[in-house]
């Protein structure tokens, strides 16, 4: 198994998009019946993709469902789970109970496309989520209420999809439709302070929101997180305004130096996955540093450590000592980022303890 990205929930059940085999796995914390299967603690099960490519399955048993390069999880506030179907250009959804979903009946254990319509595109706002146009999702989330964000990579946006009609973001919208809520479709870096629909993303590789709805955003080809607040005040030592965007941590550059500092001080090597606790630590785990961080929400002890509000802190490297991450990094590469197909190896990260997923 090679792992995407993986997943916790508050009851310890853990979910796992493995691409490579086309499949979502899932290892629950305490025996009993999920998404339609019996279970035993801590043993592993599939729940969708039968391991072979493609796009199949939609409306019948998710195990029987073609996937392609699943490369994101969340498990939403119901229990279900949504997958970033990401060669396909789709989200899909696997309920854990039967009921009614993104304006559907579902049946538990089935398996159904909430977002994308299979082409690679951008096309479909404030239209219905299934018919719209995605391109390479790489991330998916939920916020407590269930409604769905999308970090639509190679769109350079993040998409919106609520469960109940109402204004999100600023915005009126529709139950079931999609909206963009953070970048403009160009790459670049660019729009902090001012509207977050108006700012330069540049491949997007991970979404999650906080107990407030707020969302943070991995920046990833621009070496930053960042975050939309749903309300004005203050967040990570700034003075924010409800729907704009700001960045939290990284300062542009490549690097992975600057621990024990302010966040906004300090490179990231390519942050590929983000979480935030419930007390509003925000969980950083970049591909190219091979390391997790964490921005400390308030100052205290965090992660065995002593850590002052809005700093940065190395908690996680693969194979060294954390003082491994104050050394130096090479320059940031000239060339694009590679593509992340199902055959290669990232990092991943997971909330402790996720409001969302």
């Known amino acids: 198994m090679r792992a995407c990205r993986q997943l916790g929930d508050s009851s310890g059940d853990l ?48 195990t029987s469902a073609e996937l392609n390069g699943p490369s994101g999880v969340a498990i939403a506030p119901s229990g279900a789970i949504a997958i970033a179907d990401t060669s396909n250009n789709r989200t899909r959804f696997v309920p854990a109970t039967s009921g009614t ?12 496309t909430i977002a994308g319509n299979g082409t690679a595109g951008y096309l479909g706002d404030t239209g219905a989520a ?83 709805g707020d969302l943070a955003i991995a920046d990833s080809r621009n070496n930053v997180v960042r975050f939309v607040p749903v309300s004005s005040g203050s967040n990570y ?24 500092t302010a966040a906004t001080s300090a490179p990231l090597g390519d942050p590929v996955g983000i979480a935030v606790d419930a007390a509003g630590d925000l969980f950083i785990a970049s591909d190219w540093a091979a390391d997790v961080r964490v921005v400390a929400a308030g100052s205290g002890n965090l992660a065995g450590q002593s850590v002052t509000a809005d700093d940065i802190y190395l908690i996680a490297a693969m194979g060294v000592t954390p003082t491994r991450a104050t050394a130096a990094r090479p320059a940031s590469p000239s060339s694009p980022l590679p593509n992340r197909s199902a055959s290669t190896p990232r990092a991943t990260s997971s909330s402790p303890t996720p409001v969302t997923t």
Do not use: H, K
């Open 130 to 212: 299934t018919s719209a146009e995605l391109s390479g999702p790489q991330s998916v989330t939920f916020d407590a209420s269930g409604d769905l964000a999308v970090a639509d990579t190679s769109n350079n946006v993040i998409r919106f999809v609520p469960v109940s009609t109402g204004s999100y973001f600023g915005r009126s919208m529709a139950a079931d439709d999609i909206y963009t809520i953070a970048g403009n479709g160009t790459a670049g870096y660019s729009g902090n302070g001012a509207a977050a629909t108006s700012a330069e993303l540049s491949a997007p590789y991970a979404v999650a929101f906080d107990a407030a």
């Open 101 to 112: 979903y993104f304006g559907r009946s579902m049946t538990a254990g089935d398996i159904y």
């Open 15 to 62: 979910v796992i998009a493995d691409s490579c085999a086309n499949m979502i796995d899932y290892v629950p914390a305490t025996s009993g019946t999920y998404f339609g299967q019996a279970m035993t603690a801590g043993d592993i099960y599939t729940i969708a993709g039968d391991g072979t490519a493609g796009s199949s399955g939609d409306n019948g048993a998710a």
């Open 237 to 260: 030592g700034q003075s924010m305004s409800a729907d704009d965007i700001y960045t939290v941590a990284g300062t542009g550059t490549y690097g992975d130096s600057g621990n024990g």
